[in-house]
């Protein structure tokens, strides 16, 4: 589809400081509209902070116009008249607009509208005052005129008027979202929010009169005929002006007949001066002479389609138009409307009622005179210029579309029937746009098909508020407007758009298709990739950051066309010193400009520091082959010639190990980060450049030719970026190709300076403990500074685990050893560190002894160690297929611990068993199984031991190889002694076939290996299906010492006892886990989720449908860890509130609760993911495989266990974010939640992997690989 369907809502949104920006002062500011007391209060407030109120006299001064109008407008009611408000404001515009024609300070100028909608733009009940979208629709087009024209409109409740001088102080100067509301101390702004495709739900036929008026041409008659041809009802289209009459002559001609009687008139009219009526004329002669032939073909196809003539603006003839449709109508279209395309000063004010009047006034008209009649639904065709504002010339049609929106939305929320408003973007040469050419260069069109197909499907869905259709966004837009648009992620080619708003900065001047002059904040604190490269050891802006600064804001200054490509980046100059950040940030000031060279179109870009002046400068070409070279006026910032001393720390990017063929023949496979890793922000832009490479090309070029200045010659891109690059390089010719290992395709190309070969950095001999220290700190912070962890927080004491809440396998401790080898080369190799550390080391893990062992490898490595290959593993071994039984009954005993979440996949499968006629026992803890299971069960029971009482008791500080260690020796090991007894009586008295054992109830296993019983492992957690033995062996040893004391007392199989040789049945897919490399046969079987009976009940009446619902629930063993966590979760739902409810599962009664957040001992998981929009969770695996087999992407927490792995492989397929559980607060829950919300990719992800959770077969496919086995023998 070329459009996507969003709607619109307010979201809340950080309130501005209460003190008036400095930028106020002295401006000269136009005070308009409002009442005596308002317009008094108000100026008084501006007149207090240092703004000087200008008299409207002052408009017909060129040398002294106002610097800003501040338009109070109207708060008038349904019945007052808008248009002396308006036409006030008009004549206020055209009084500044040649002044401000000619402004090129993008930060001088300002108009802003006060409307008086209710403090949410009329998006939660208009109030009785609806006429602020007059005034909307008008201030968001005006910079396509005034380029540099700040725009705003400020929305308050009637009722806090009072409040407004301060509002405006807080908003004035202050740029950004354009539209802003202020509802009970709350502030707000309007956010899009994609729904897709609506089912009709009502019916239409012969009985139904619909009326659309307007509709005899263009897009209105589209859908009329369509209506009638559907769906056989009687379709009444309308127009101004009647059909062409008998007496009329030019009425029978034919086309190329009338074409000669138009020219006839025109030579007429050249010679008398009456061109312009000639001109309104002709065109309403060929307007009447086109609706004569639509209606001439609808009737000939049979459809019952008539034509009646209607002025809406006036409302005796609505009257008269309704009384003659009688009773039977039973749907309204307002298509009606016309359009002056002409900018302002040319725009009349009879031209601009006109405008507005037939949208608005229309519909007061009509709404006034059916609001009490029994209509299937009443829709109004509005476009995408009131939403977003319109093109140049449109500033009357923009104000009618929105404000037809805002009194859709007042009349929606007081009628008895559907009132909905349709913003279109351009139709395919349809509808009321002059120059198609110019309207898709601001949103690309929507073909007639598609627009038809919708249009109708929301008329009988019905539709309810306003329903935009968006298309992507073209080359039109301007940096001023940009910095308030709502730009979502899905809406059509984001991935183009986006970039050259995020890295616009703030527009500081602007001279379309010639230059903008911006200023660049790069900042630590939302921006990781600022912290990852330092010079002279302060973090600095990385060069591939700042080429994709670069790059996208050429756009906005390139030639015209349609988005014409870099073909390349040249004479790249760059000062490293004015690189550094100072408090953590930089400012820069960025000129982009176009010119040209030897008649080709180039852009120069050059970034500017304050103190230091030129710090870096390049130029791009369009065309390939320019050689032309920019004069490049970058300076060190230091007169001694010494290079600046440069480091990269390669925790977001990573640094590249090269392998040497020689001299001239490098070549290194290195990861591109992506987004999400440069910058902390709710929305990301995708690269342009392969960042990785373009770092690793820099870092060998200064390695080459060290010095205070960084010099490329030539980049040139070949296309996207790559998940991973190749980089084959010869540094002695200053060549580089960077390449798609996967199939060889090129994306980028380099050239830099050549010099003689330098040899590569040596470190010194003598190792600085102190120094290590410092840098392994500095690692820790940029890897976890978002959870507010400091260098000086780092000491040699600092748990890795406790403290900082590493895990040790499968997760993020082995991506900071990585880190840590990247940064000291082939030298130090800290994964041989962690495999040669007993259990009780990795328990008590310290920063100190990490520091310890880079220091001795350090001194004990030589100079130059080549990086040592990652090991081959095995691939996964499948079982075979599974054929099914062989028509005998079999008995099965599931042998299960005592956990909810180990015996509820294992139901299913039992079940299945059931159902084919086999017999099934257990063996476990009684007093939870039987309660689970049901009373015709048959139940074996085994003693548990004390800690299993306890176990949902520990506290988080009991937690990553803490909590593995611990689960071992204080329950799994005594669990396995206390359950063996009645694990024996069972297979003594139910003498299974097959013995089905949990991986963590080991007596299973012992016993059936003892009996010689045939026996399959169930892997209800992905926990021990990770490679433990090549990543650490000494815990392996620990391990199986473990086991060699259980068989040594109770026999049983000789092999490891977490896995049958035979068969393991994992409920998981391969999806999630990744190959596995073990030689036990693996059966993804995927997630057993039987259906459990709602022992809860749930206010299932208290789930507000508007809003996105988040589940946040702890599972039933970490309850006591939880509370922290729960209350951040909570906090971080209230913020949102106006997008978000939450139901909170808190068993232990300390989270309070509202309509916001619906806090809840238990609920009936299963039934609520269904209305679910996102789950937040601690990662345990059923509450993550249930939430998946919905569909729904989570926020994942871990705590201790299995759980860090199981949310290491949601964050790895893209299902989720993983957040560290005892570090999180309410900022980073709210950005997850936020990121999951907005960004389809994760709801993508979720739906494929339920995808793939549902084809594994889950118990079905389980059940089928017993029997096979049982048969097998």
């Known amino acids: 589809?070329?459009?996507?369907?969003?709607?619109?809502?307010?979201?809340?949104?950080?309130?501005?400081?209460?003190?008036?920006?400095?930028?106020?002062?002295?401006?000269?500011?136009?005070?308009?509209?409002?009442?005596?007391?308002?317009?008094?209060?108000?100026?008084?407030?501006?007149?207090?902070?240092?703004?000087?109120?200008?008299?409207?006299?002052?408009?017909?001064?060129?040398?002294?116009?106002?610097?800003?109008?501040?338009?109070?407008?109207?708060?008038?009611?349904?019945?007052?008249?808008?248009?002396?408000?308006?036409?006030?404001?008009?004549?206020?515009?055209?009084?500044?607009?040649?002044?401000?024609?000619?402004?090129?300070?993008?930060?001088?100028?300002?108009?802003?509208?006060?409307?008086?909608?209710?403090g949410r733009m009329g998006y939660r009940d208009a109030g009785d005052r609806p006429w602020g979208g007059l005034w909307a629709g008008l201030a968001k087009t005006l910079h396509q005129e005034l380029p540099n024209l700040n725009t705003k409109v400020v929305d308050i409740d009637p009722a806090d008027v009072d409040a407004l001088p301060g509002v405006l102080l807080r908003e004035l100067y202050r740029w950004g979202a354009y539209e802003v509301g202020y509802s009970d101390g709350v502030r707000y702004t309007l956010a899009p929010r994609r729904e897709d495709g609506v089912e009709p739900t009502i019916r239409l036929d012969e009985s139904d009169v619909v009326l659309v008026s307007g509709g005899g041409r263009g897009i209105g008659f589209a859908a009329a005929t369509s209506l009638a041809a559907a769906h056989g009802c009687r379709v009444v289209v309308t127009g101004r002006h009647p059909l062409p009459g008998r007496?009329?002559?030019?009425?029978?001609?034919?086309?190329?007949?009338?074409?000669?009687?138009?020219?006839?008139?025109?030579?007429?009219?050249?010679?008398?001066?009456?061109?312009?009526?000639?001109?309104?004329?002709?065109?309403?002669?060929?307007?009447?002479?086109?609706?004569?032939?639509?209606?001439?073909?609808?009737?000939?196809?049979?459809?019952?389609?008539?034509?009646?003539?209607?002025?809406?603006?006036?409302?005796?003839?609505?009257?008269?138009?309704?009384?003659?449709?009688?009773?039977?109508?039973?749907?309204?279209?307002?298509?009606?409307?016309?359009?002056?395309?002409?900018?302002?000063?040319?725009?009349?004010?009879?031209?601009?009622?006109?405008?507005?009047?037939?949208?608005?006034?229309?519909?007061?008209?009509?709404?006034?005179?059916?609001?009490?009649?029994?209509?299937?639904?009443?829709?109004?065709?509005?476009?995408?210029?009131?939403?977003?504002?319109?093109?140049?010339?449109?500033?009357?049609?923009?104000?009618?579309?929105?404000?037809?929106?805002?009194?859709?939305?007042?009349?929606?929320?007081?009628?008895?029937?559907?009132?909905?408003?349709?913003?279109?973007?351009?139709?395919?040469?349809?509808?009321?746009?002059?120059?198609?050419?110019?309207?898709?260069?601001?949103?690309?069109?929507?073909?007639?098909?598609?627009?038809?197909?919708?249009?109708?499907?929301?008329?009988?869905?019905?539709?309810?508020?306003?329903?935009?259709?968006?298309?992507?966004?073209?080359?039109?837009?301007n940096p001023v407007q940009v910095r308030g648009f709502p730009l979502h992620r899905e809406v059509p080619e984001f991935a183009a758009v986006y970039p050259r708003i995020f890295h616009l900065g703030t527009p500081v001047s602007y001279r379309p298709g010639a230059e903008l002059v911006a200023d660049v904040r790069f900042d630590g604190t939302s921006a990781p990739v600022l912290t990852d490269f330092a010079v002279s050891g302060e973090p600095a802006v990385p060069v591939g950051a700042l080429l994709e600064n670069a790059l996208a804001s050429a756009v906005w200054v390139h030639p015209a066309g349609d988005e014409p490509r870099v073909s390349w980046i040249g004479d790249v100059s760059v000062c490293l010193d004015g690189m550094r950040l100072d408090g953590g940030a930089v400012e820069l000031r960025r000129t982009t400009a176009l010119s040209t060279v030897d008649g080709r179109p180039v852009v120069d870009v050059l970034f500017e520091r304050l103190g230091l002046g030129p710090v870096a400068r390049l130029r791009l070409g369009y065309e390939p082959d320019d050689d032309s070279a920019a004069p490049v006026a970058v300076r060190a910032a230091r007169d001694s010639a010494a290079s600046a001393p440069v480091r990269w720390l390669g925790a977001v990017i990573p640094v590249a190990t090269w392998h040497e063929g020689g001299p001239e023949n490098r070549t290194a496979l290195v990861r591109e980060p992506c987004p999400a890793d440069l910058w902390t922000v709710p929305l990301t832009p995708p690269l342009a450049l392969p960042l990785a490479a373009v770092e690793n090309i820099v870092r060998s070029v200064l390695r080459v030719r060290p010095g205070p200045l960084l010099r490329l010659t030539r980049l040139i891109p070949h296309g996207p970026p790559s998940a991973t690059s190749r980089i084959d390089g010869d540094p002695v010719r200053g060549r580089w190709h960077v390449v798609d290992p996967t199939d060889d395709r090129p994306v980028l190309t380099a050239s830099t300076p050549t010099s003689p070969t330098h040899p590569e950095d040596q470190m010194a001999s003598t190792v600085d403990p102190e120094a290590v220290h410092r840098e392994v700190a500095d690692i820790l912070v940029r890897v976890l500074g978002d959870y507010g962890v400091t260098a000086d927080s780092v000491t040699r004491d600092t748990d890795l685990h406790t403290d900082l809440q590493f895990e040790s396998i499968g997760t993020d401790l082995p991506v900071l050893l990585g880190h840590l080898g990247a940064h000291y080369g082939g030298r130090v190799d800290l994964f041989a560190y962690l495999r040669g550390l007993e259990m009780t080391e990795l328990v008590d893990l310290k920063v100190g002894s990490l520091v310890d062992a880079v220091v001795d490898q350090l001194r004990s490595a030589p100079a130059d160690v080549p990086p040592t290959a990652p090991p081959a593993y095995p691939p996964t071994t499948h079982p075979a297929p599974p054929s099914g039984g062989d028509g005998t009954a079999k008995r099965f005993l599931f042998v299960v611990p005592p956990m909810t979440g180990h015996v509820n996949p294992t139901i299913g499968v039992a079940a299945k068993l059931v159902e084919q006629g086999h017999q099934v026992a257990w063996a476990g803890y009684a007093p939870l199984l039987r309660p689970i299971l049901g009373p015709d069960a048959v139940v074996y029971d085994c003693a548990v031991p004390p800690a299993a009482a306890r176990w949902s008791e520990r506290g988080p500080e009991v937690r990553s190889m803490r909590s593995i260690k611990v689960m071992w020796e204080e329950l799994l090991e005594p669990l396995a002694h206390a359950m063996v007894p009645g694990v024996r009586k069972a297979v003594s008295d139910f003498t299974p076939d097959v013995v089905v054992a949990d991986q963590q109830a080991l007596a299973g296993a012992l016993v059936a290996g003892a009996a010689g019983l045939r026996w399959?492992?169930?892997?209800?957690?992905?926990?021990?299906?990770?490679?433990?033995?090549?990543?650490?062996?000494?815990?392996?040893?620990?391990?199986?010492?473990?086991?060699?004391?259980?068989?040594?007392?109770?026999?049983?199989?000789?092999?490891?006892?977490?896995?049958?040789?035979d068969l393991v049945l994992a409920y998981t897919t391969e999806d999630m886990v990744g190959p596995v490399p073990r030689p036990e046969p693996i059966a993804y079987v995927g997630p057993s989720i039987h259906p459990r009976p709602a022992e809860v009940d749930f206010p299932w009446d208290r789930l507000d449908p508007h809003r996105s619902l988040v589940l946040v629930s702890l599972g039933t063993i970490s309850v006591g860890a939880g509370t922290r966590f729960l209350a951040e979760a909570v906090a971080a739902v209230r913020e949102r509130s106006a997008r978000l409810q939450a139901v909170v599962v808190d068993p232990t009664g300390t989270t309070a609760g509202d309509d916001d957040v619906i806090v809840l001992p238990a609920v009936p998981q299963l039934e609520l993911l269904g209305s679910a929009d996102v789950v937040v969770c601690h990662a345990g695996h059923n509450t993550v495989c249930e939430a998946l087999d919905h569909g729904l992407p989570l926020v994942v927490a871990p705590i201790r266990d299995d759980q860090p792995i199981v949310a290491a492989q949601v964050e790895a397929v893209g299902a989720g974010i993983q957040l560290r559980f005892g570090l999180a607060g309410a900022r980073h829950i709210g950005r997850a939640l936020d990121a999951l919300l907005d960004d389809p990719s994760y709801r993508r992800e979720a739906a494929r992997i339920r995808a793939a959770f549902h084809a594994a077969g889950g118990a079905d496919t389980a059940a089928a690989h017993l029997e096979s086995y049982a048969v097998r023998g």
């Open 1 to 118: 589809m070329s459009t996507r369907r969003f709607v619109w809502h307010p979201r809340r949104t950080p309130m501005p400081d209460a003190r008036p920006s400095e930028l106020l002062a002295g401006k000269r500011i136009l005070l308009i509209g409002g009442t005596d007391e308002s317009v008094e209060a108000v100026g008084a407030a501006l007149r207090e902070h240092g703004a000087v109120l200008v008299e409207p006299g002052h408009l017909r001064d060129a040398d002294d116009r106002p610097d800003g109008v501040v338009d109070l407008t109207s708060d008038g009611g349904i019945d007052d008249d808008w248009r002396p408000a308006l036409l006030r404001t008009i004549g206020a515009l055209r009084g500044c607009y040649d002044a401000w024609a000619e402004e090129t300070d993008a930060a001088r100028t300002c108009y802003v509208a006060v409307t008086y909608l209710g």
């Open 247 to 477: 007496d009329e002559p030019w009425s029978a001609l034919d086309d190329e007949e009338f074409k000669a009687h138009q020219r006839d008139l025109w030579i007429r009219a050249s010679a008398d001066g009456s061109l312009a009526a000639v001109r309104a004329e002709t065109t309403r002669m060929a307007q009447r002479r086109l609706l004569a032939a639509n209606l001439a073909s609808a009737r000939a196809e049979g459809l019952r389609l008539d034509y009646e003539v209607c002025d809406f603006t006036d409302r005796a003839q609505v009257d008269d138009l309704l009384a003659r449709l009688g009773p039977a109508l039973s749907g309204v279209v307002h298509n009606a409307g016309v359009d002056t395309a002409t900018r302002l000063p040319r725009l009349s004010d009879d031209d601009i009622v006109r405008t507005i009047a037939t949208k608005v006034d229309g519909f007061v008209h009509l709404f006034a005179a059916l609001r009490d009649r029994p209509l299937k639904f009443f829709s109004n065709t509005g476009s995408m210029s009131g939403r977003l504002g319109g093109m140049v010339g449109q500033i009357a049609y923009a104000a009618a579309n929105d404000g037809l929106t805002r009194l859709g939305l007042w009349a929606d929320a007081r009628a008895g029937f559907p009132v909905s408003t349709l913003c279109w973007p351009t139709w395919e040469r349809m509808g009321l746009i002059t120059n198609y050419d110019a309207a898709v260069r601001y949103m690309t069109a929507i073909g007639a098909e598609e627009g038809v197909r919708r249009w109708v499907d929301e008329l009988l869905a019905p539709a309810h508020g306003e329903v935009t259709f968006l298309g992507a966004l073209g080359s039109a837009l």
């Open 1016 to 1061: 399959a492992t169930s892997a209800t957690t992905p926990a021990e299906l990770i490679d433990m033995e090549a990543g650490l062996p000494k815990v392996m040893d620990w391990l199986a010492g473990l086991f060699e004391g259980l068989r040594k007392e109770y026999g049983g199989p000789s092999t490891d006892l977490r896995y049958s040789p």
